[in-house]
């Protein structure tokens, strides 16, 4: 992984997303978010955003590694995202993006799936799991009885190996949710987008 | 407003939420979610679910209003839901549905459009805001600069009015949140079933 962008949403606190801050070598913070993790004795690369959630005296202090991208279509999420990518730097990790506003939350989380058609590697690390945007047939490690959601965008010919309940072309986000694994992987089949949610039991 | 589901989410926090489940005239609870409101002193008229989340003391002494529906195709707030139908119930208030698992979060809101289509009249509200599912054109008491997302999931023809930024037919959810309102009330012309989210900033 290259880089993390630290969104503006509830600042983690599971270990794992805490554990892949703590030892990211390039780490992008939206706005506001940045004043937590400066309070915890970081410095980000980056702050991405208009500075307007952020506290004035970082904004004073850190106004050097302020990157203002005014842009009123997309977030700052995507600028962070969009911002990484334009350097070349592809594998990327998502924290801090939801648990605040579930509009945003939302937003966030399906907006996954437009980094995935930009070209990038990219998931979304809660305190509860990880989102993996995907496309086409993908196997993943899994622990037998570990719970896994399968959320549809654009795919078709969806099927399941190594889960409880079988996949169909979902229509509604819930049908593909609360689904578990049967073994040490599973493997979703289709043509077209979908998004993952493995819960992660092992770390709560 | 007939009846309040009490989900199995977080439990509220906003003055909002918390005062709907105080005056409500009837009370389901999902499961484990049932806990933390009978701590707090009250009594749940009828507890859904198959009591694997509740607390062992409340299996015992709340058995006699605890409904076990078993249906491996359905979650408990729609448990809870079909059992408030099934009575006449159809003036519903979810509350505490969001919040923990991001699929959960997911699900549950996405099944507010299934709510709708089988004849409930339903509104989540969340520590943030208000999810109304809706279906072709509707107008909205608003005031100026409160911030609202408009999530598609079947309408066509979208069009907004006392609105900031235009809406359209948008296929990825993103596309239609943080729109903001420019008057009193707001109107959203479509036809076809959609999700509004009123972000409630004054109680915040």
Chains 1, 2 share one sequence.
């Not at 850190?62 to 990518?85: C, Y």
Request: aromatic share 8%.
């Amino acid at each position: 992984m290259e880089a993390v962008v630290l969104a503006n949403g509830e600042y983690p606190a599971n270990p794992l997303p805490l554990k892949i801050l703590a030892e990211a070598p390039y780490v992008v913070c939206c706005d506001g978010g940045a004043d937590e993790y400066i309070r915890r004795g970081n410095t980000p690369d980056v702050i991405i955003g208009d500075g307007d959630s952020l506290s004035d005296e970082n904004r004073r202090k850190f106004g050097h590694i302020l990157h203002r991208i005014s842009d009123q279509e997309t977030n700052d999420q995507t600028k962070a995202v969009n911002f990484l990518l334009a350097q070349g730097k592809r594998h990327i990790a998502i924290i801090g993006a939801t648990g605040k506003r579930e509009d945003h939350t939302l937003g966030n989380i399906s907006l996954l799936i437009d980094y995935l058609r930009a070209g990038a590697d990219v998931r979304t690390y809660t305190d509860y799991g990880i989102f993996i945007p995907c496309q086409g047939t993908r196997t993943f490690p899994s622990h037998p009885g570990q719970q896994v959601s399968i959320i549809n965008f654009t795919a078709r010919g969806l099927h399941g190996k190594g889960l409880v309940y079988p996949l169909s072309d979902f229509t509604n986000w819930w049908q593909g949710t609360l689904n578990e694994c049967t073994d040490t992987e599973f493997t979703i089949e289709a043509e077209g987008e979908y998004l993952v949610f493995l819960n992660d039991t092992v770390l709560r």
